[in-house]
């Protein structure tokens, strides 16, 4: 069998954009009743009977739009990371990353607060989103692609450039740095949004103190 060629950035974003334009009123509004079930409900939660009956068609209208349900969850979950507005929201914080630092603690503060509160604008679909990408191999592809360029890949040329610079541990690893960084911020998105643990968050003191923990570790001095 002919392997298939990797889909690109391009193509992953490409077909975000042509996504975000329904084709007609029934496929505006089928996605817009997958969007909130999905959302509050998860994937499994939502069935496509309820689906269809939010968006006031038949089943079989909406399989003709979306021959099986991993194509409407696709449609879904798709467009708003590829496409929409918290792409964008990382490109800029990407601009601002390029801004030299005062020190790495400067770095991790404005890095994690633009990011936690792209994420918190939503955090129900951000939830969704994240259980459906361990379970499903197709949308997960095309995330990890658009990720790794996007998020990834300019996360480390800037740790690169503050390691250069004298203001990182020469002899640290700034890959693992890296996934050190991402495990804390989604660990700490998780638990802040999903297990609510207690309702009194100040996230400038937490982001602050994660700041200090990764500048110095937190043994006894």
């Known amino acids: 069998m002919r392997k298939r060629k990797p ?9 975000a ?7 007609t009123e029934k496929e505006r509004a089928i996605v817009t009743a997958a969007m909130d079930l999905i959302t509050r409900k998860g994937v499994d939660g939502a069935t ?16 003709r739009y979306f021959p099986s349900k991993k194509d409407l969850v696709r449609r879904v979950l798709l467009p708003p990371v ?13 601009e601002q990353l390029r801004t030299p630092s005062a020190d790495f603690k400067a770095w991790y503060t404005l890095f ?28 997960r592809d095309g995330v990890e692609t658009v990720w790794r360029e996007r998020v990834w890949g300019p996360m480390r040329d800037s740790l690169r450039t ?9 002899d640290i690893d700034i890959d693992s740095l890296a ?43």
């Open 112 to 139: 994690t607060r633009g990011r936690l509160t792209a994420l918190a604008r939503n955090p129900q679909f951000v939830g969704t989103f994240l259980l459906e990408l361990a379970n499903n191999i197709e949308l």
């Open 162 to 170: 503050m390691q250069g610079e004298g203001k990182v541990r020469a």
């Open 7 to 15: 889909l690109t950035l391009k193509d992953f974003e490409e077909e």
């Open 82 to 94: 590829l496409g929409g507005g918290l792409m964008r929201a990382w490109d800029e914080m990407n």
């Open 48 to 63: 496509t009977a309820e689906i269809a009956r939010r968006a006031g068609v038949t089943e079989k209208t909406l399989f």
């Open 179 to 221: 996934r050190v960084i991402h495990c804390i911020n989604l660990g700490y998105f998780l638990i802040r949004h999903a297990l609510k643990p207690d309702p009194a968050w100040n996230d400038e003191y937490e982001i602050g103190q994660m700041a200090d923990l990764l500048m110095h570790g937190a043994g006894a001095r």
């Open 17 to 23: 954009r042509k996504l975000m334009q329904p084709a």
